[in-house]
């Protein structure tokens, strides 16, 4: 797939990345700080780890580029805080959801996009993003309280749709601004792909996506 | 000095020295959570991401030992947590005042109180705590906040002097239980060296100590 019209340039696509990854940290330590327990607080500050090193590591490709980060990621801050106040949720278990649900789905997306920069650039991104370890503590902690807590289940398969839908509003709107509807529909399968991803998720911890 | 009677074996040692770690990175993830602008919460960031390594190091190390971190670092919890409280200030500026002062102090304590573990382990404890960068943005941002809002200097003065009050008791009740008169006597020494290191952080930002 030809990625090339719809990749924004490597500046603003960094900018958006790394400001996505400061947000999913700041979800993560709120997580940290709501935590029931110890053992699960210990859990989560590793996938909070995992954001912030995700974070700090795309800043790094921005400042080897000359570009001053917080300048380049001002103009994402409003929709992109506007997104993660709608997808904060109404307790822990929602922010977990939300945690594992978003950032799985905006890293696949991010790397997918990834295609349309210069093959040196692509390669350090998805290198950057590729790093594991942060869900398995959402996935651990989830699926304990799905077992345990009745009802939690059916709340959070309803929260879980909402999330893909307001997420891919953010994938939408991170598009090279005025692609063409050819160029649009270029991208379909990358979408269609996210949400088979997603629901994979959701079997994973037996959620109906 | 010999402080074989004053250091608490290693295992509660690193499971306190994590925690502490722990809720620092708590209070500097709010801390980006609350900064007023792009730049500040990039650099605070960092910040936080210092002490999150020195708490995953200081766990790691728990780990290497056999032990559970979560179970090591419980007893230690509602003492800590009580601390945290009391210590995190009533808006941005307090908070990042507390940060800088309790996190410089109590890493300088735990050095020293290194010194009575084996020299395998107070070597690997130094390096740990050692990481540098997490106070420079602090730093920086207090030093603007002081020097462009009127009133600041004047009650973050006051609430430094507070800060110093309950960090020195923490950094009593970390030493070993049961420790005699003559022993607590000869910790005096460290206390008086961290109002020292305080006095002129204090100095640095152009408060009265």
Redesign the interface.
Known sequence: MDFTELTPDLVPFLGQAAYIQ?EM??NL??A??LAP???A??RL??S??VA??K??AL?EQLRRLGAE??EV??PF?PALDAFRRATAGSDWWELLLSSYITAGMLDDYFTALASGLSPDARSRVVHILAEDGGAAALVRELATGIAEIPGLADRLALWGRRLVGDTLLVARSALRSGSSAAADARIEPVFTELIAAHTRRMDGLGLTA
Chains 1, 2 share one sequence.
Request: aromatic residues 4%.
């Open positions: 400061l940290f700041e330590s709120r940290v700080a327990d110890l053992g607080k210990e500050s590793a909070a780890g912030l090193r974070h700090h800043i980060p917080a990621m001002a801050a």
